[in-house]
């Protein structure tokens, strides 16, 4: 295997872990305004996620990263293309960050009544967005013979790809209702279960059609497996939820995200925005890849850098594994 090839693998495994980790906190803000019934529920459902939202980020930045490094091509075309939908996701991300840390700053009621639907709304817009990005490249989309995108904003909003957008929606909004059932106890939790099941019957419909037709258009007998997987884990899901088993429930629902993320990477392989004006402009990991030393000191970095942060990140989430409830949220925090 070509290093071109490992750091396409790489960089989908770094888009996977990205989505399974902020896809829960994506869907518990969301949730904030679904779920919560008023703002102590709010503020448990906040705390939940509060020690790692800005670690999950971590992998959105090591993503992007290294999509420059070893695919300027590809970086290029992508934040050149799509520039407008991923300003509004970025944008999203730094309001929704000072939001968390802004929001109990005062205690006003508007005050932290504004922050906590900013949360909601920046949950909720990437979280749709994320899908309509990576709708449009494993559908492909008008790449000249210079390598550079010539559609508009108008190419990009397909129905293939708003499809894609309301199966992520969907889906990180289930995986969140998942993981609060995990993190909480009492009357919250009896309700993040409730919400969880009526989320996951709308994505699992989705689910299918999108990734149904995923394979019919791109697929193969590999893409064909990851897509079993990825619906056999979402009704797995599903049945462990309605059982009150919340820990196989949330590793259920992550899988059904990584199986979902790997069948677009495998079908994608070995582009990596498949041009619809003409396959031969098409970018691929050997026409948008960078030099092989370039790759081959990334290797060596990433081999170092990847176990730390791993380890970090592996820890966080077990010092913050308790469950917390409305009791746990002081007068004061309001």
Same mark, same amino acid.
């Given at each position: 295997?070509?290093?071109?090839?490992?750091?396409?693998?790489?960089?989908?495994?770094?888009?996977?872990?990205?989505?399974?980790?902020?896809?829960?906190?994506?869907?518990?803000?969301?949730?904030?305004?679904?779920?919560?019934?008023?703002?102590?529920?709010?503020?448990?459902?906040?705390?939940?996620?509060?020690?790692?939202?800005?670690?999950?980020?971590?992998?959105?930045?090591?993503?992007?990263?290294?999509?420059?490094?070893?695919?300027?091509?590809?970086?290029?075309?992508?934040?050149?293309?799509?520039?407008?939908?991923?300003?509004?996701?970025?944008?999203?991300?730094?309001?929704?960050?000072?939001?968390?840390?802004?929001?109990?700053?005062?205690?006003?009621?508007?005050?932290?009544?504004?922050?906590?639907?900013?949360?909601?709304?920046?949950?909720?817009?990437?979280?749709?967005?994320?899908?309509?990005?990576?709708?449009?490249?494993?559908?492909?989309?008008?790449?000249?013979?210079?390598?550079?995108?010539?559609?508009?904003?108008?190419?990009? !909003?397909?129905?293939?790809?708003? !499809?894609?957008?309301?199966?992520?929606?969907?889906?990180?909004?289930?995986?969140?209702?998942?993981?609060?059932?995990?993190?909480?106890?009492?009357?919250?939790?009896?309700?993040?279960?409730?919400?969880?099941?009526?989320?996951?019957?709308?994505?699992?419909?989705?689910?299918?059609?999108?990734?149904?037709?995923?394979?019919?258009?791109?697929?193969?007998?590999?893409?064909?497996?990851?897509?079993?997987?990825?619906?056999?884990?979402?009704?797995?899901?599903?049945?462990?939820?309605?059982?009150?088993?919340?820990?196989?429930?949330?590793?259920?629902?992550?899988?059904?995200?990584?199986?979902?993320?790997?069948?677009?990477?495998?079908?994608?392989?070995?582009?990596?925005?498949?041009?619809?004006?003409?396959?031969?402009?098409? !970018?691929?990991?050997?026409?948008?890849?960078?030099?092989?030393?370039?790759?081959?000191?990334?290797?060596?970095?990433?081999?170092?850098?990847?176990?730390?942060?791993?380890?970090?990140?592996?820890?966080?989430?077990?010092?913050?594994?308790?469950?917390?409830?409305?009791?746990?949220?002081?007068?004061?925090?309001?």
């Amino acid at each position: 295997m070509e290093l071109h090839d490992v750091w396409f693998v790489l960089i989908a495994v770094l888009w996977i872990g990205y989505f399974f980790l902020e896809g829960f906190d994506f869907g518990v803000g969301v949730l904030t305004k679904l779920l919560a019934r008023d703002r102590t529920e709010k503020r448990v459902l906040i705390n939940t996620i509060g020690p790692v939202w800005d670690g999950n980020e971590v992998w959105l930045l090591t993503a992007g990263g290294a999509t420059f490094a070893a695919f300027p091509e590809w970086y290029a075309t992508l934040f050149s293309g799509f520039y407008l939908p991923l300003l509004v996701i970025l944008v999203c991300l730094i309001v929704r960050g000072v939001a968390f840390e802004y929001r109990a700053k005062r205690p006003e009621e508007n005050w932290q009544r504004n922050w906590e639907t900013a949360i909601f709304w920046c949950s909720l817009i990437p979280a749709f967005l994320w899908g309509v990005a990576f709708g449009n490249i494993a559908r492909g989309v008008k790449i000249d013979a210079r390598l550079e995108y010539v559609g508009g904003l108008g190419d990009l !909003l397909n129905p293939y790809a708003l !499809l894609g957008g309301l199966v992520t929606l969907s889906l990180f909004t289930f995986h969140g209702a998942v993981f609060v059932g995990l993190k909480t106890v009492g009357d919250i939790r009896e309700r993040a279960r409730t919400t969880a099941l009526r989320v996951g019957a709308v994505t699992a419909v989705l689910a299918l059609v999108f990734l149904g037709w995923t394979q019919a258009d791109k697929g193969d007998g590999t893409s064909l497996v990851a897509l079993v997987v990825a619906v056999a884990a979402l009704l797995g899901a599903l049945v462990t939820a309605r059982a009150g088993r919340e820990g196989w429930a949330f590793a259920l629902s992550g899988l059904t995200i990584v199986a979902a993320v790997s069948m677009l990477f495998l079908t994608l392989f070995p582009n990596v925005m498949p041009s619809t004006l003409n396959e031969q402009w098409s !970018l691929t990991v050997t026409n948008a890849s960078s030099s092989p030393y370039t790759l081959k000191i990334m290797t060596w970095l990433a081999a170092i850098a990847t176990p730390l942060v791993l380890l970090y990140q592996g820890w966080t989430y077990w010092v913050f594994r308790k469950r917390i409830g409305t009791q746990h949220i002081a007068d004061a925090a309001h």
